[in-house]
């Protein structure tokens, strides 16, 4: 079954440091894999994705992900935190269909 | 630009009423999308449709029906509400098939069920 994990519910990084937030994957064919931010009472909204190509994609807000197929992974980075930075993160993927498998979330919270 | 609307953004349901959650679209976007969210669960899909007058299920879809007469319009219609479906509804639209495209989720509405 096509699956996306994201290990840690929660991810603590202080200001001014790098942050990673983790997303494995697990689909048939070819992954196309996404990154979404949720703010307190709010929609997702998107900050980046990888189809094909290079496998650094830079995304909105200064973040980036880093696709990794042997490692099955698609991290979320950023290497500055910002106290405004602290929301829901979710990665997700599909494989061809019209359907998004998305992780359970990781909650980011920069501390100032 | 307005992006996707939903209404209404609180609902307090007693068991066994039905309502209709509002969804439209300025965008012009054929693929629309309902996904509930569960704390500790992510998002998982209910409904989804390609374009006007096509709809299919997604992994949820016991106990809500949808339908789309417009290009604009998705609503969520739930029958015999139950407290299981208390949950976060979001509605989204994408221009492209998401193995490409973005989706574009509303601001969501919070169910209740008593």
């Known amino acids: 079954a096509q699956s996306v994990a994201q290990p840690e519910d929660q991810v603590n990084v202080a200001e001014g440091n790098p942050l990673t937030v983790k997303c494995t994957y697990s689909?048939?064919?070819?992954?196309?894999l996404f990154w979404y931010v949720q703010y307190p009472n709010r929609g997702l909204q998107f900050l980046l994705k990888?189809?094909?190509?290079?496998?650094l994609v830079k995304g909105s807000y200064g973040f980036e992900a880093e696709f990794n197929k042997s490692q099955t992974s698609f991290h979320l980075k950023k290497p500055s935190a910002l106290v405004s930075d602290s929301a829901l993160y979710f990665c997700?993927?599909?494989?061809?269909?019209?359907?998004?498998?998305f992780g359970t979330g990781t909650r980011l919270k920069v501390l100032a | 630009n307005a992006g996707v609307t939903q209404t209404p953004k609180f609902r307090i349901l007693k068991i066994g009423q039905s309502m209709t959650l509002q969804c439209a679209q300025d965008?012009?976007?054929?693929?629309m999308y309902w996904y509930r969210q569960d704390p500790g669960m992510g998002l998982k899909l209910i409904y989804y449709s390609v374009g006007a007058g096509i709809t299919d299920k997604g992994e949820v879809p016991n106990g809500y029906n949808v339908s789309r007469s417009t290009t604009e319009d998705f609503p969520l219609r739930l029958e015999l509400a139950a407290p299981s479906q208390t949950s976060v509804y979001f509605c989204?639209?994408?221009?492209?098939?998401?193995?490409?495209?973005?989706?574009?989720f509303g601001e969501g509405s919070r169910l209740t069920v008593l």
């Open positions: 997700a993927s599909t494989s061809g269909t019209y359907k998004y498998i």
């Open positions: 965008m012009n976007h054929n693929y």
């Open positions: 989204a639209s994408s221009r492209l098939a998401v193995n490409t495209g973005e989706l574009f």
């Open positions: 990888y189809i094909t190509g290079d496998n």
């Open positions: 689909v048939s064919g070819n992954p196309y």
